[in-house]
């Protein structure tokens, strides 16, 4: 009898052509869209004795994203049957800096945090004991439903502070499916339940962009800001466009509860082949301590 599962791998690239270098399965938990991948050649190995991960490139952009890349990456799409790598790559490599589509990749957009919505919340650690939840999906149960915070009206002011829903720690074991680099210089990372737990449950977590070095929170967030960019190594960051890992990532993360008020209403943010499966629109941000890798 034929392996049924031979059935829901592909040696093809749908969006370019090209010939994958090693099987996509299909259906594995936390996959992109496939016609969304333009490159799968990247690998990279943190550690001697560890995994090797292989980081799915894709054109999968948070819908709201304005920045040069996303704009970029459209435009390399937009009509064309098979868009050109060159042109898919060109785009993913722009500065994520806010301002006027660049010819040219831009200088990098370095560390500081570059945003201005809920400044002071995004930037700050709430002072409260540690929760730990070993399940993405158990963390989001305990947390305040978003048509009542909605009601709240938070303020997306700069100034706009951590409310008491919000004085929350949280430490959160589960698995890095993909992330990327927003405008603002925040890492968003989509992380998810085991893979083999059954039900897909996702949850944005965002390493901060860096407050001022007098900042009370900034050792923590530099200090998980510099654990990721180690664990990946810089050539490994991902731009506007999703990264996804091949096989996902365990990790561990740390931070404080944050919800996106800027999202209260229109696109909430995630990659499009997994916003199904994002309930929620709260984050852990900013992450004070993470551990990739088992």
Same mark, same amino acid.
């Given at each position: ?97 806010? %301002?006027?589509?660049? #010819?040219?990749?831009? !200088?990098? =957009?370095?560390? $500081?945090? /570059?945003? @201005? +919505?809920? *400044? ?88 901060? %962009?860096?407050?001022? #070095?007098?900042?009370? !929170?900034? =050792?923590?967030? $530099?200090? /998980?800001? @510099? +654990?990721? *960019? ?65």
């Amino acid at each position: 009898m034929p392996d049924i599962r031979q059935k829901t791998r592909t040696r093809r690239l749908l969006l370019t052509g090209a010939k994958a270098m090693e099987p996509l399965d299909l259906l594995r938990p936390g996959m992109p869209a496939l016609d969304s991948i333009h490159d799968d050649r990247t690998t990279f190995k943190p550690t001697l004795r560890g995994p090797t991960y292989r980081i799915l490139k894709t054109t999968e952009v948070d819908s709201y994203e304005s920045t040069r890349p996303a704009k970029a990456l459209r435009l390399a799409l937009h009509g064309k049957k098979t868009p050109a790598p060159a042109a898919i790559a060109a785009a993913a490599k722009l500065s994520p800096a806010k %301002g006027a589509l660049a #010819a040219k990749p831009a !200088a990098a =957009a370095g560390d $500081n945090f /570059a945003g @201005t +919505a809920r *400044k002071a919340a995004k930037l700050s650690i709430a002072a409260a004991k540690t929760e730990n939840f070993t399940d993405v999906s158990k963390l989001i149960a305990s947390l305040t439903p978003v048509d009542q915070m909605v009601k709240l009206k938070i303020s997306t002011s700069a100034t706009s502070n951590r409310v008491a829903q919000e004085k929350r720690n949280v430490h959160v074991t589960g698995f890095l499916f993909a992330a990327s680099r927003e405008a603002d210089n925040d890492f968003h990372l989509i992380v998810g339940r085991d893979p083999k737990a059954g039900q897909e449950t996702y949850m944005t977590m965002e390493i901060s %962009g860096l407050p001022p #070095a007098t900042s009370s !929170a900034f =050792a923590a967030l $530099n200090t /998980a800001r @510099t +654990a990721y *960019k180690q664990f990946f190594g810089t050539k490994n960051l991902p731009g506007a466009g999703y990264h996804f890992y091949q096989p996902p990532i365990p990790v561990k993360v740390d931070g404080s509860l944050f919800f996106d008020a800027t999202h209260s209403k229109g696109q909430a943010p995630g990659p499009p082949s997994l916003k199904s499966r994002m309930p929620t629109i709260w984050e852990i941000h900013p992450v004070t301590k993470i551990k990739l890798g088992p």
